[in-house]
């Protein structure tokens, strides 16, 4: 006789050892983000796929890729997500806006900010924000909003938020974002800057933004207005070596020297 595995009965105990995980890797820190990883069914967001995989603590799964394989949308590591949130400090009754979504870490965000909270989710993407809302109800989560538009130009017809949460590589923060930000709000952006993508948060000061934590990330690209084309000529033979443009200009002064083929994550 074969016994069929019923998930439900496993994702309990698989969301409490991810969670003893992200806390042994310092990604989670406070009781509220290990309550709410603790908390949202993470399997139920990429149905089809082995528990293990969505259960992994630092393993993102892949939603759609482009012609050429590249990943376009993903369900980001729980690390990743864990590490974005606690550099949040979203408290109870927030505004947040999540760019880039999935479902899942818009989920996350509903448990912290509580039913007197607001979440809307933004992406790009119709495919993505139908398949996002779709597990948001199917998950007891459909007061999250979901938008679909281009982030570029912030969210249209909302006011300012108490957090903008960014899950997509960005090469620079437009404008729109910071005036969807009061004075004491925080963006937390995955910036890539010389190559390297990291997760920094700013807080909005006046018309500034400062930063106030940075953790080292990756993420698939941002879309739209804000795409950004990195370009990496390889120097001499073989692929070892190659020199990558960062502002796009040919022969660009603002290059980098570094090892070719070196993959954003
Ligand atoms: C890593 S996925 C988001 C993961 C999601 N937050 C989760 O729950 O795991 C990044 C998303 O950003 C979206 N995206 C890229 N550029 C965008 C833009 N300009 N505006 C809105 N969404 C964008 C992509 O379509 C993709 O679905």
């Not at 130009?153 to 960014?166: E, K, L, Q, T, Y």
């Amino acid at each position: 006789m074969t016994t069929v595995r019923d998930p439900e009965d496993f994702s309990p105990a698989l969301r409490a050892a991810m969670v003893t995980e992200l806390r042994a890797l310092r990604a989670i820190t406070s009781e509220r983000v290990a309550r709410a990883v603790g908390t949202v069914p993470r399997h139920r967001f990429v149905p089809g796929q082995p528990l293990e995989a969505a259960y992994a603590a630092d393993q993102a799964v892949v939603i759609k890729r482009d012609g050429g394989g590249a990943a376009l949308s993903s369900l980001s590591s729980a690390h990743i997500q864990s590490v974005m949130l606690e550099q949040a400090e979203i408290s109870a009754g927030m505004r947040v806006l999540e760019i880039g979504s999935g479902g899942y870490n818009a989920a996350l965000i509903a448990e912290l900010v509580g039913p007197d909270g607001e979440v809307v989710s933004i992406d790009i993407d119709p495919e993505i924000t139908a398949r996002a809302r779709a597990c948001l109800e199917a998950t007891g989560y459909e007061r999250v909003q979901i938008v679909l538009g281009d982030a570029e130009h912030g969210v249209p017809g909302h006011d300012v938020f108490d957090r903008i949460i960014v899950t997509c590589g960005s090469w620079d923060v437009p404008s729109a974002w910071r005036w969807q930000l009061a004075t004491g709000d925080r963006l937390i952006v995955p910036l890539r800057l010389k190559g390297i993508t990291r997760s920094i948060a700013f807080e909005a000061d006046g018309d500034d933004l400062v930063s106030v934590s940075y953790q080292l990330s990756g993420f698939v690209p941002m879309q739209g207005a804000g795409e950004h084309h990195e370009r990496v000529v390889a120097i001499g033979e073989g692929e070892s070596w190659g020199l990558r443009v960062d502002d796009g200009a040919p022969g660009g002064r603002r290059c980098a020297a570094g090892r070719a083929g070196v993959p954003a994550a």
